[in-house]
């Protein structure tokens, strides 16, 4: 069985979604479709598929559609793939606020197709590593820094939206739990919307802290995590986790590095979206997931505590 693919959005994500579609043999890349007709013929020839010019025919077209536009535009693609019956794929976050969130969840739900949420670090071998050993061992501090140079594709939402929900994500995953308490600092220095933001949750007895920005000027992707006899350092871009255990009151640890077999997570997070609309059943990231992560970023935004 292979799926008939397409993408909405040709920006930086829907590169690289083109890319690893025509990898993937699961996959029959059929098109694209981008309100930049010309930018999407380009990429559509680099791959031998047809560049649409408009959404209705390419939804025609595709059993299944990868929404890569900007998070304005969310709500108003994803339901009318959902209403054409079509599976969908949208790139985090879901959408601009919960409520239309989880008026994408429910159509999905109510045209029986599968809906999966684009939080990608879930795919990351580190957080999945992290997973696994957390699994009988109880964090106390987790502290996660995303920060890197501000993106000009992005116009329609802040740091929040677009890089602490990644954070936000992987709390709930590693946690499995909603946070008791959240409160945030954030400003904008250079636009509109937030470029800067201190977030603090409390999980039981585990405290939380991300910290997020667009004026550094290089990417920085790393997770730290405290438990009761262990230090973990994860780099979630170099794929790297370090661990320091046996440590004493004198100073001294011992340090050494977890063997992590590289993936792109993209590329599994994909292949994740296959096998749930095989199988027919909800993805790893599905709408609720999707929808507990805005309602906590919103919070972040409205400074509710």
Request: hydrophobic fraction near 40%.
């Amino acid at each position: 069985m292979r799926v008939r693919a397409g993408i909405a959005g040709i920006g930086k994500m829907g590169k690289i979604h083109a890319r690893i579609l025509s990898e993937l043999n699961e996959y029959e890349f059929v098109g694209i479709y981008d309100t930049d007709f010309k930018e999407a013929s380009t990429i559509a020839e680099k791959y031998s598929v047809k560049a649409y010019q408009t959404l209705e025919e390419l939804l025609e077209s595709v059993d299944a559609l990868i929404i890569s536009t900007p998070t304005s535009t969310h709500k108003e693609v994803a339901i009318k793939a959902i209403e054409m019956k079509k599976h969908v794929f949208v790139e985090k976050p879901l959408a601009a606020t919960s409520k239309d969130a989880l008026e994408i969840y429910e159509e999905s739900r109510k045209q029986n197709v599968t809906l999966m949420v684009g939080h990608v670090e879930r795919f990351n071998p580190v957080i999945q590593k992290l997973k696994e050993i957390l699994s009988d061992k109880k964090p106390l501090i987790i502290s996660i820094t995303r920060v890197g140079p501000f993106p000009p594709r992005i116009k329609d939402t802040g740091i929040i939206l677009d890089l602490g929900i990644h954070d936000i994500d992987i709390l709930s995953f590693l946690l499995e739990s909603d946070p008791d308490k959240v409160s945030c600092l954030k400003n904008s220095c250079t636009g509109n919307y937030e470029d800067i933001a201190i977030i603090s949750l409390k999980y039981g007895n585990c405290l939380a802290h991300i910290l997020t920005n667009w004026l550094t000027p290089f990417k920085v992707r790393k997770i730290e995590v405290a438990t009761e006899t262990d230090y973990f350092v994860g780099n979630l871009i170099d794929q790297k986790l370090t661990r320091y255990t046996k440590y004493t009151v004198e100073g001294s640890y011992i340090a050494y590095e977890i063997p992590i077999r590289y993936k792109e997570p993209i590329k599994e997070e994909l292949l994740e979206f296959y096998a749930a609309i095989k199988e027919r059943r909800e993805p790893l990231v599905d709408g609720r997931v999707a929808i507990k992560n805005i309602e906590i970023a919103i919070k972040c935004l409205s400074g509710e505590n």
